[in-house]
Structures are given as C-alpha cells and as structure tokens.
C-alpha cells in the first residue's frame, strides 16, 4: 500500500512493456494513491481475464514511499521508485529487464531525461542506474553481486543442489546474489536443456528461507567481438512466484557470472546470454558491479476497469 488514502480507484491507466519478452503491466501512481494488493496483482498479470504479465510495475515517487525515502537520503537523483510485484502479488527486490522497461516508460512520458548520461532508479535492491546505448537498448548497473558461499562456493563451483523435472538426476548448482537470490545449475547440452520441464519448481538444497529463482544454463564458448573476447551461454529460468518465464534480467546477469566462476581466471568480462525471449549482454565491471543491457519495449497503453478486472 502507498499509506493511509491508499485506493483502488474506478479505471486504471496501464502501460504494457516488456524486455525480452520478459513482460510487465506498468502504472504511473505520481499522487501514491493506489492500493496496489496482491490479489489485484494476481487479477492485472492474469493472461486471460487481466491485462497478463509477469509482473506489476508500480511508477512511484520515491519521496511518497518508505523504501524510497531511505533511498533518497542515499541518491537524491533517485526520485523515481520501481514499486515490483511479481505475478502472484507478492514483492520482488528487484527485476533486471523490467528497470530498464521502467526507464523507457520515465523517458516515454516524460517523467525523465535519459540523454544526459542516464538515471537513478530507485528498488527494494538499491538504488540502480539505467542509460540508453545509442543502439536503442538499455543498459542497468545492477550493483554489487556476491556468491553467498563465498571463496569455498567459488574454489568448489557449487554450493547448492537442484532436482529438475525431466532431468534424471539432481545437480549440482551455485547461488549468486544480484540483489535477488539465484541458483544456477549448467547442463551438458541443448538437448537437456529442452528437456527440462520448468512447469513445476525445481527443489532446490539447501531451501532458500525466501525462495530463488533457479536458471539453467549451457556455456556456447566464445567469440571475438570487436577485438574482445565474448562469452556466450542460452538459459532457461524459472522465477519465484511467477514460474518460468521468457527471459529474466538478473538470472542471466546470476547465469553469466557462475559459469564466468566456473571458467576461471581467464574467463570474459562480458556475455551474451540467449534467452527464449531474445538476447541480453552482461558485463561484469572491475568495480564489482554488473551491468545488463537489452531492449525495452512500450508496445501498448489502455484503461482497466477495475469492477470488470476483480468482479
């Protein structure tokens, strides 16, 4: 809820974007008046009876929220709050494709101004700055990434085991924190890849005490891309409280930086990572931050009925 005079109002004005075919209902809540609960999330995302999405992107001041307000004390630049609920209502720290579809809408509407070098978004995960590349895609630094196990995670190249359907055997697997929880399992091949059934959760060990989302990768090698070398690797991923989607932005940020770690010291900075949606570039900075790019798609605006949505 945005606070005390929090509603659900008559009609809505969404926005429907997507990156990578990883797709979100957006709405603009500049006066913070807009109840936003989770069964009114589950009835937005519902691809039937809703407008259908992964998820609900709720435009926010970051002043009108208490997350936010946290946020500007850190960047006042970040005035902007990416108010995320995956589809089955409950809250999400943060979504790699949907802050830069969130970008695009500030830009669209003109909320913000992206040609001066980028902005500052605000999340549940921090504060996160998006540009827009001359080629048209945005590109989002997505901060500090970890490996939760730390140097015995890394030395070992695992420290987690998942159980997919489809496959015969559980697998040995390693989380990656990009803000969000990530377990990242690597297959032998395509052909095991196509035949996992992502239908239902894979069980992951130890239990996550908040849930992960769970990728499944296949390293393709590399290439040279203008006189550097480029990883390469297709994924699949299966995102808590929404099940497997199209592509998701922080998995393949979480997918490039374990097999980068299974790769060795060697290894390419940068990735390009195939999802069923389409293609993203992941480039892990000396800093230690990572950064993901991709396009971001505005493809429609209309109003919802709100009695016909929920009746």
Known sequence: MSGPQARVPATIQFTKGHGTQNDFVLIADEDAELDLTPAFVRALTNRRAGIGGDGVIRVVPSAAVEEGRALLAEDPDATWFMDYRNADGSFAEMCGNGVRVFAAFLERFGLADLSAGGIAVGTRAGVRR??????????????????????????????????????????????????????????????????????????????????????????????EVEGRPMGRLRMRVFERGVGETRSCGTGACAAALAVRAWAGALAPEVWSVDVPGG??????????????????????SGVVDVAALLG
């Open 279 to 300: 293609q993203l570039r992941v480039s892990a900075r000396p800093d230690g931050h990572v950064e993901l790019a991709g396009p971001a798609v505005l493809l429609a």
């Open 130 to 223: 998006v540009r827009r590349e001359p080629n048209g895609w945005y590109a989002a630094d997505l901060g500090v990434w970890s490996l939760p196990g730390g140097a015995g995670a890394a030395s070992e190249g695992a420290d987690a085991e998942v159980t997919v359907t489809g496959l015969p055997v559980a697998r040995a697997a390693l989380r990656v924190d990009i803000g969000n929880p990530h377990t990242v399992v690597a297959l032998a091949d395509e052909a095991e890849l196509v035949a996992a059934d992502l239908r239902t959760a894979p069980a992951v060990l130890p239990a996550p005490p908040s849930g992960t989302n769970v990728e499944l990768v296949v390293p393709l090698g590399e290439r």
